[in-house]
Nanobody, 116 residues
Framework: QVQLIESGGGLVHPGGSLNLSCVASGTLIYICDMGWFRQAPGKQRELVARIVRKTDDANYSDSVRGRFTMTRDVAKNTVYLQMNDLEIEDTAIYYC?????????WGQGTQVTVSS
């Protein structure tokens, strides 16, 4: 059974930073496409960043490119999302996703609130 546990969300001021973590169990992140998604109130869930399996290459949405960095630690079976220069529009629930053989697995989400 695949489990993804996110942590690191919170309340920050505009311009602040947060580092989200997602610990995986029941699968190996190296063989999965790992992604971070977010969903703001009243909006659809959207892809923020993704690392394709067996690579270290991260892809980002236009709205976060240059501010967010996704990394992974294979030894810890954990992916991270370093978020800098946060904006009010980044407020959302952030979800970790693992995709293997066209099957999606989701974490429970962690709330990120950017407010002055």
């Amino acid at each position: 059974q695949v489990q993804l546990i996110e942590s690191g969300g919170g309340l920050v001021h505009p311009g602040g930073s947060l580092n989200l973590s997602c610990v995986a169990s029941g699968t190996l992140i190296y063989i999965c496409d790992m992604g971070w998604f977010r969903q703001a109130p009243g909006k659809q869930r959207e892809l923020v960043a993704r690392i394709v399996r067996k690579t270290d290459d991260a892809n980002y949405s236009d709205s976060v490119r240059g501010r967010f960095t996704m990394t992974r630690d294979v030894a810890k079976n954990t992916v991270y999302l370093q978020m800098n220069d946060l904006e009010i529009e980044d407020t959302a629930i952030y979800y970790c996703n693992a995709n293997f053989v066209n099957t999606d697995h989701w974490g429970q989400g962690t709330q990120v609130t950017v407010s002055s």
